[in-house]
């Protein structure tokens, strides 16, 4: 792959679907029962290197990498814009871990250099690593305000969501995010272990097929946390909305940077948290 063309359609060998779940027999204690097989879903290690740099490693579902390299270095910061990433190989090594090695601009490795840190990744945290506090709460420009979506387009969400969940009906244990276009349709769903991979692959698979996002929402099947915010707001992504409740800090910066916050509970109508009540 070479250049912003050809990222689109790239050359690298991604892993199959049906290698993101194994077959694992397991007793049920106390009882007599036979041993039972179960579908597990997969994890593996994938490292990340940039201009022969290594920069991280972080545990994924090893599927839609590709998507999950590209919005994860959006995300991070690394990459300004999607034009900066000139070339993006994968490869398998022993064990059956995975390394990405990108190729980007020269701005962009300058600006890693100058933010540089080691990420041990797992899939429950989100800022793995982060050694200064100014990286865990970062400078973010405001978004162009944006209008909510209508409350017919988060209809029946759950429900749409677990439909489009392929991988977990097979496994369970894995997050997903979607993305909802400005007609109400789901446009996307991606899925992982770790519920920041899962957003981070919506955002590499959005930019990577240059879909309009305008009009449309992220959807977060996870609990909302503030580093789920900087990936939506560096994205341009101008509607979040989590199955689960924000947190206070999620819900402050959104208001302060555009981001319209929406909590769709099980039962109750969506409730919107940013814009605030006296903005909307």
């Known amino acids: 792959m070479s250049g912003q063309a050809e990222l689109l359609g790239s050359h690298a060998l991604e892993p199959s679907a049906e290698h993101t779940y194994l077959t694992y027999s397991y007793a049920e204690l106390g009882t007599d029962t036979s041993a039972q097989p179960v579908a597990l879903a997969t994890e593996t290690a994938l490292s990340i290197s940039y201009n022969g740099l290594n920069q991280a490693v972080m545990m994924v579902s090893p599927h839609d990498l590709e998507d999950f390299v590209v919005g994860f270095s959006l995300t991070n910061g690394i990459l300004g814009r999607v034009e900066d990433l000139y070339d993006l190989e994968l490869q398998q090594g022993q064990g059956g871990a995975w390394h990405a090695e990108l190729t980007i601009s020269s701005r962009s490795f300058w600006n890693l250099k100058q933010h540089r840190r080691q990420l041990a990744g797992s899939s429950g945290c989100g800022l793995c690593g982060v050694d200064a506090i100014e990286l865990a709460l970062p400078q973010l420009t405001p978004l162009v305000p944006s209008t909510l979506p209508p409350a017919a387009h988060l209809q029946q969400l759950r429900q749409r969501i677990n439909a489009a969940q392929q991988l977990a009906r097979h496994s369970g244990g894995m997050h997903a995010a979607a993305f909802v276009d400005a007609s109400g349709e789901l446009l996307l769903c991606r899925e992982d272990i770790g519920r920041h991979n899962a957003l981070d692959k919506l955002i590499g698979a959005l930019l990577r097929g240059r879909h309009d996002t305008r009009g449309g929402f992220a959807v977060v099947t ?29 819900v402050d910066w959104a208001r302060g940077h555009n981001l319209n916050l929406i909590h769709a509970p099980h039962r109750d109508a969506p409730r919107v948290y940013s814009p605030g009540p006296d903005n909307l």
Do not use: D, F
């Not at 609990?223 to 979040?240: D, P």
């Open 222 to 250: 996870s609990r909302c946390g503030l580093e789920l915010l900087h990936k939506a707001v560096r994205a341009g992504i101008g509607t979040l909305v989590s199955l689960s409740a924000p947190t206070t800090l999620t």
